[in-house]
């Protein structure tokens, strides 16, 4: 059968190369992987480009199954040119096209070797456009949830952060996070990702919060969010705020973000609570907060830092009910 699959690639006409393909998709990971050094990945990158959707589904189909599991497949489906072939057909019409292509980009992507020649291919503005759905609904949620998966894998090398933020990232990734549920894996994704490119610099920071509604965005995040997604926000919440304290705090306070906040504080993962506190600390100083009374908020702040350390990580009922009675008294 290998033999058969071998000799259908290179030689066979149009149907015959689709069933070699189709049957290269099906053989044991062991057999795939053994073909691999046959050359067979030449001739299945020929029929990405046939315009034929058969045989580029057939096609795509069988290169994701040589590609996983294996770092060497990897690397040679990249240097066979894959890469501005996978481009076009990110802009095809066809979503399933889209979504394979997607799915082979990010098995590509995991591979180090492989990170640099995506980079420079050209990939990062068009994944972020993906990101952003300039074609009106043409991306699924999946393609867009790989898109954000692609750009993590890419970021891993730190070299490439910077081009992601450049490429209109920043702004797609805050309208994700605004337009889909706060609990959804598109926004804890979303908010992953915009936390790695907000740490990776100060430029990063000032674009980030230049933009229009994004503090408020990540508010909500922190509110509404999966407890991975409030985690998310209010690390990227500090790190603004420790960026340039006299400069964001005000803006963070701005946002409504004490109730919120002070409620991760107590019932937060591990991560959040702590960072919660850390930026209760950072907040609870700044004169630009307390519309009415600055002492009674402080007092009110100072009471609820108490009801939480005195508990520690074990927080009860009655303790959360009064943490939260002083929680709405902020509100007011």
Known sequence: MEDWVVENLFNGNRELQIQAATQLSKLSSKQRHGLAETGIISPLISMLQSQDFEAIEASLLALLGLAFGSERNKIRIVKSGIIPVLLELLQCESEELIELSMAAMLILSSCKPNKLVIASSGAIPLLSQILNDVNNGLFSIQARVDAIATLQNLSTCHQIIPLIA????IYALLQLIHGHEKSSELTEKAISLLEIIVFSSEDSVSETVGIAGAIRIIVEAMEEGSPQCKEH??????????????????LILMEGVMPGLL?????????AKNMARDLLFLLRDCSDYASTSKQSRHELMEQIMEAIDADGEKVDGTTLRLVQEMINKLKI
């Open 166 to 169: 450049s490429s209109g990232a």
């Open 233 to 250: 926000a209010v690390g990227i919440l500090l790190h603004i705020c420790q960026s340039c304290r006299d400069k964001y705090r005000g």
């Open 263 to 271: 409620q991760l504080s107590v019932d937060g993962t591990w991560g």
